[in-house]
């Protein structure tokens, strides 16, 4: 099965928001997938990128294949870094819900 880091669009209309996802590169776009590995909201001012990179360099490691999106969510978040470099990213850290919700949440390391 070739596992591929790809986004998967959410949201209304006209206003979209991403979920980053691990998925079987056979599935539909906003089809069946493995895991959700963070979000991407473009439409906010800076864009919110919300990304595990634990998780994310863990699923890299075993040979998942990003988009070149993604990749560039990734180089933004930093976890692309951690990847190249063989080293493990910190832990994510709490995010408080007010910035959550107030869209005050740019990335995450």
Partial sequence: MAVKLRLMRMGKKK???????AADSRSPRNGRF??????????????????DNVRA????????????????????????????????????EPVPSEAVAAGTVAGAS
Avoid: C, M, N
Avoid at 35 to 51: C, M
Avoid at 64 to 70: F, G, I, L, W, Y
């Fill in 15 to 21: 206003q979209p928001t991403y979920r980053v996802v």
């Fill in 34 to 51: 493995i895991e959700i590995v963070g979000t991407y909201q473009p439409r906010l001012e800076p864009s919110g990128v919300l990304i």
């Fill in 57 to 92: 360099v863990d699923w890299l490691r075993q040979g998942a294949k990003p988009t070149e999106r993604v990749e560039k969510l990734l180089r933004i978040s930093g976890a692309w870094d951690h990847f190249e470099q063989g080293t493990t990213p910190p832990p994510p």
